[in-house]
């Protein structure tokens, strides 16, 4: 069975950097759209980022452009979240999805097949 396991969260102050990694055991990982969502407490899980299979489409939430890049290397089966001028608003478990599809990333997480755990991101002011 496929396992999607994230690292990389930690608590930092606001306008500070992280990276998010997530490792994806799977022989197909390059057939697969990969996304990262977040959840706080009492809200609903929503849209950060995606990429394509390629890596050549990445698509973002308007609350993080400019400030979080999704990548992805396929030879280690591997994605990635760049965050930087982190703000206390970003404060949620932040969990990576395979969508096994093709063409532009989809944002809803109805859409994703496989799931992380998710790991802890906190920003204080």
């Known amino acids: 069975q496929d396992q999607l396991v994230e690292s990389g969260g930690g608590l930092v102050q606001s306008g500070d950097s992280l990276r998010l990694s997530c490792a994806v055991s799977?022989?197909?990982?390059?057939?697969?759209?990969m996304g990262w969502f977040r959840q706080a407490p009492g809200k609903e899980r929503e849209f950060v980022a995606a990429?394509?299979?390629?890596?050549?489409?990445?698509v973002y939430a308007d609350s993080v452009k400019g400030r979080f890049t999704v990548s992805r290397d396929n030879a280690k089966n591997m994605v990635y979240l760049q965050m930087s001028s982190l703000k206390p608003e970003d404060t949620a478990v932040y969990y990576c999805?395979?969508?096994?599809?093709?063409?532009?990333?989809?944002?809803?997480?109805?859409?994703?097949?496989?799931w992380g755990q998710g790991t802890q991101v906190t920003v204080s002011s």
């Open positions: 999805a395979a969508d096994y599809n093709y063409g532009l990333p989809r944002k809803t997480p109805s859409e994703y097949d496989h």
């Open positions: 799977t022989s197909t990982f390059g057939l697969y759209i």
């Open positions: 990429i394509s299979r390629s890596g050549g489409s990445t």
